[in-house]
Structure formats: C-alpha cells, structure tokens
C-alpha cells in the first residue's frame, strides 16, 4: 500500500517536513547567533576557538534558544496528534485546516519571538495550541 498516494497523508507529510525544517531552522539562527557573537554553549566550544571561557548570556542568544526550545516542546507532540488525527479518517478540507493553520502559526510565532513582537508571539501560540488541542478531542472521541 502506497501511504502517500492518499492525500491526506500527502497532505501530513509534507506539513510535517515543513514543520522539520522549521525547527532546523530556529536551531541554525541560535548557531548563528553564538558564533556571530562568540557565545557558545560549552566550554570545549570556547576551546575549540581559543576564546577565553565566558559565563556571559547574550539576550539574543537566549531569545533564539528559548525559540528553537519551544519548538521542540509543542511540534514534536503535534507529530503525534496529527498523525493520529490524519488516521482517523478526517476531511481533507479539515484536516487541511488544522495543519496549514498549525504550520502558519508556528512560521508567524518564530518570526515573532525574533523580533520580540507581543502580545502577536502569545496570540499565534495560542492559535497553534487550541489546533493541536482540537485534533486531540477530535481523535478521542473518533478513537474512544
């Protein structure tokens, strides 16, 4: 059986890869930053450089850190959900909501919490939360 001859798996995969590189992405800015401003996380980073060991905290740094860290902790549990979701069966035009909804949401969030923007980073968050939470009710209730 072909999985990604069904649209709605198509339409799955391909948000999740674009929820992937997303994530890459905010992981690559936070190295940007580092070394652009000298940075690092570890002591054998500082090494591998010759810079002297430094406990400073840069705010950018953070910032794109605390990005790439929520990333991690609300798109990798919607793998989960919208895989599971996407087996229930759903209306591709539904289904189609809540991923290009959950991925615009995440896309505006991270350009948000870039340029420091509220109270929009909160309000996109939220978007992508109450999505997710969705496809959560939708799929124990198809499931229970």
């Known amino acids: 059986m072909d999985l990604l001859s069904d649209p709605n798996m198509r339409l799955l995969a391909t948000v999740n890869i674009l929820l992937v590189v997303l994530m890459m992405t905010a992981g690559n800015y936070t190295s940007v930053l580092r070394l652009r401003r000298k940075i690092f996380a570890t002591p054998e980073d500082y090494k591998v450089t010759r810079l002297p060991v430094t406990h400073a905290r840069d705010e950018e740094v953070e910032r794109a850190r605390r990005m790439h860290q929520n990333h991690v902790e609300n ?39 870039a340029l420091a923007l509220q109270p929009y980073r909160t309000v996109l968050f939220t978007v992508g939360s109450v999505l997710m939470f969705a496809m959560a009710v939708l799929t124990l209730t198809t499931v229970l």
Not at 97 to 112: D, H, P, V
Request: hydrophobic content about 60%.
């Open 75 to 113: 798109v990798l549990p919607f793998f989960a959900v919208s895989f599971f979701y996407t087996l229930t069966n759903p209306s591709h035009v539904i289904l189609a909501i809540f991923l290009w909804g959950f991925l615009a949401a995440r896309t505006l969030y991270s350009l948000c919490y």
